[in-house]
């Protein structure tokens, strides 16, 4: 039996310093992220916490961390620091 559920749920969560520095690492090591980022979300708000989740691509063991809000504003920008380097909003 398999099943997905549990895997929109967040997976632990990270303070905002700790969110921050991964997203700044991960911007200064992928080309293009930065400019991904401010096409396509706006900068989050001061949280003590964010939510951190599990990546959903097969084979990837990445967590996805918050990088900023979606434009639409109803959804959470976040960048995976997996082998996939894809974003998703949550
Ligand atoms: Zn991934």
């Known amino acids: 039996m398999t099943s997905n559920v549990g895997q929109n749920y967040p997976y ?7 969110r921050a ?7 200064a090591e992928r080309a293009g992220l ?9 900068p989050l708000d001061a949280r003590e916490r964010w939510w ?7 084979s990837c063991p990445g967590l996805l961390h ?9 959804a959470v ?3 995976c620091d997996g082998t996939c380097g894809k974003t998703f909003l949550r």
């Open 12 to 18: 632990t969560s990270e303070t905002g310093e700790e």
């Open 21 to 27: 520095a991964v997203i700044a690492r991960l911007v």
């Open 34 to 42: 930065a400019e991904t980022l401010a096409a396509e979300s706006t």
């Open 52 to 58: 951190v989740w599990k990546c959903p691509t097969p």
């Open 66 to 74: 918050a990088a900023g809000y979606a434009a639409e504003k109803h």
């Open 77 to 79: 920008f976040v960048v």
